[in-house]
């Protein structure tokens, strides 16, 4: 037993506790509980359903679309933004490159820097059938046969939003390659030069094993975000053209929201939750959060 | 090289050498090596446009009149429409943007304050209670805004806080804390217990030792937590458009969209709007870019 804590130590801790106990953990808690329910949102009663909510969620075909979008989500995303951003930040980090590459670390960061909402709504323009920049840019090198309504047409909607995020996420986690990379010990790459390794079989010799802890948290984060994801389809499309770009999230929220539907929407979390947690855990244990060195 | 050489005794190094560069001559090398290089930094480059247009055309566009914006979507302003700052600043973005200050505010003291107090304790103290109180922390990690919004909104009717700025800044504060005390924990981990032994023999309270020594020591990284929870708090949207109805209560990031359907073809103050947005985020963490960075690594979370 260790020695006893002082009062003001543990006072210390009590409003961090609290603030967890009621915002965090009741929440998470009263969710589950409320996925056995029927109710609306300002319904004094709740009608209980028991497991109803969840047999109707197993024979939605919505959520099976949404679902098969979050996928889709964290496919791409996993593709191009850890493994293109691992390229990128190798190039980044060549001595060819040294002078011009502080420069497009700002580039490249510079949408992370920028509110979702001001991205969605930027993208409208970008996406914009008439005026759009996207179409405008297909008719300028003469391919304006492949100009579409992106968000309007149910083809490429889900599409769209995702080439949306690419753009916004990538320079994040390109910063994060960056970060551990620069912490690789430099007398590997010397002792490759003495072998005359060249820069490819650096890359994949020295600096893939030397960053696989920040690749695999990077396709965690990745794959978390993609499981999430509401702002980016709720500004843009709305989850439209029908429920061709809906999310497990935009789900919820519809139906909780919208059509006040709130148990259903709490068993829609309940899975949500299920599905992340279980990735945020494997995160936990990878990066070893809270260990004392 | 040369040293490489002198302090090789079996020759291995030379061998290998000769091998490596034995089936290319030393020109073709150069060659190559130049085309590849320029290959790769045109791409580079492309790709840095492909970035930065969207924002560049965000900002001439803010300065056009619609009709610009529509028939003329590559050229510079032939006009250029600065009071369409102006216009957006009066029709609401003034509002939107004193509420978001006041709420990134009040969640940074917040988050800074509790977050550094519960660090303190769990840094320096050991038992089977500050343990579990640990784990309880750390689990906050794997929770996230969307399964907690229903709840949220029933625990925020039952204390009537919704559509008060408290509905966003307690919300804000409860799911910025782990991170935050993971964070400060790791840094407070680090300060050598010699210096509040001395403080302690010279009959230093242990408020005293967390307010004069522990916090004064950690000042970046409680900059770096200032700037991720800004960060947040700044551009966090979906508790923003659930928990606030009322237009003058909004803040930017729901805000924006109230504009986007009020304005619908006046889409130069609407830019405006956006790009007035996006300035305070972008000068911080131009300023703090350092602090941002050491924090993204650290927390690998995505904001």
């Not at chain 1, 980016?232 to 909780?256: A, D, K, N, W």
């Not at chain 2, 034995?22 to 790769?40: C, D, E, F, M, Q």
């Not at chain 2, 966003?168 to 010699?194: D, G, N």
Request: charged share 15%; glycine share 6%.
């Amino acid at each position: 037993m260790a020695r006893k804590i002082p009062l003001i130590p543990t006072l210390f801790l009590l409003p961090s506790l609290l603030f967890l106990g009621i915002f965090i953990y009741f929440p998470l808690v009263q969710n589950v509980y409320n996925s056995f329910f029927d109710f609306s949102v300002f319904s004094p009663t709740k009608e209980f359903v028991g497991f109803a909510s969840f047999q109707q969620l197993l024979q939605d075909e919505v959520i099976v679309a949404a679902f098969i979008n979050n996928v889709k989500y964290a496919v791409i995303s996993v593709l191009f933004q850890v493994f293109f951003a691992l390229v990128l930040a190798t190039i980044l980090e060549d001595k060819v490159f040294r002078r011009i590459a502080p420069a497009l670390r700002v580039i490249y960061f510079m949408p992370v820097m920028i509110s979702i909402s001001v991205i969605a709504l930027l993208f409208t323009f970008v996406y914009n059938p008439q005026m759009g920049l996207l179409n405008s840019f297909l008719e300028l090198i003469g391919l304006e046969n492949l100009a579409t309504p992106w968000l309007g047409n149910a083809t490429t909607a889900i599409y769209a939003v995702i080439a949306m995020s690419q753009w916004q996420s990538i320079g994040f986690i390109t910063m994060l390659f960056i970060v551990a990379i620069q912490k690789i010990p430099k007398e590997l790459y010397e002792a490759a030069d003495i072998d005359g390794a060249g820069k490819v079989r650096k890359f994949f010799n020295i600096t893939i094993p030397q960053v696989k802890e920040t690749m695999f948290v990077n396709v965690l984060i990745t794959v978390t975000g993609s499981i999430l994801v509401f702002n980016e389809p709720f500004i843009l499309t709305g989850g439209g053209p029908g429920f061709s770009s809906t999310t497990l999230s935009v789900l919820m929220y519809e139906q909780g929201f919208g059509k006040d539907n709130m148990g259903y929407a709490s068993a829609i979390a309940t899975l949500i939750f299920v599905l992340s947690a279980i990735f945020a855990l494997i995160q936990i244990r990878v990066s070893g959060t809270g260990k004392d060195d | 090289m040369i040293r490489m050489v002198k302090t090789d005794v079996k020759g291995d190094y030379l061998e290998r050498d000769r091998a490596a560069s034995k089936p290319r001559t030393k020109a073709k090398l150069n060659l190559t090596a130049g085309i590849s290089k320029y290959t790769v930094l045109l791409g580079l480059l492309a790709f840095a446009v492909i970035i930065l247009y969207p924002l560049f055309w965000m900002v001439i566009s803010s300065l056009k009149s619609y009709d610009e914006i529509y028939n003329n979507v590559w050229g510079l302003p032939s006009v250029w429409h600065f009071e369409n700052y102006a216009t957006a600043w009066s029709m609401g973005i003034s509002s939107y943007f004193f509420n978001s200050v006041v709420v990134t505010l009040a969640t940074i003291a917040l988050v800074v304050l509790i977050g550094s107090m519960a660090a303190f304790t769990l840094s320096r103290y050991r038992s089977k209670w500050i343990d579990a109180a640990l784990i309880f922390i750390i689990g906050g990690i794997m929770m996230n805004p969307q399964v907690a919004l229903i709840p949220l909104f029933e625990i925020l009717t039952w204390l009537d806080l919704i559509n008060t700025r408290w509905a966003l800044i307690l919300t804000y504060v409860a799911f910025r804390l782990p991170l935050t005390i993971i964070l400060i924990r790791a840094f407070f981990l680090s300060i050598p217990k010699e210096l509040e032994e001395s403080a302690i023999i010279d009959g230093c309270s242990e408020f005293g030792i967390y307010a004069r020594i522990y916090l004064p020591l950690s000042i970046p990284i409680i900059l770096t937590t200032v700037v991720l929870t800004a960060f947040f708090a700044w551009n966090e949207f979906l508790f923003a458009t659930v928990f606030i109805d009322s237009e003058i209560l909004k803040t930017i990031p729901s805000g924006l969209m109230n504009f986007k359907d009020a304005l619908r073809t006046d889409w130069g103050v609407l830019l405006s709007g956006m790009v007035i947005a996006s300035i305070p985020m972008v000068i911080l963490l131009v300023i703090l870019q350092k602090f941002l960075v050491r924090g993204l690594s650290e927390g690998s979370v995505k904001g």
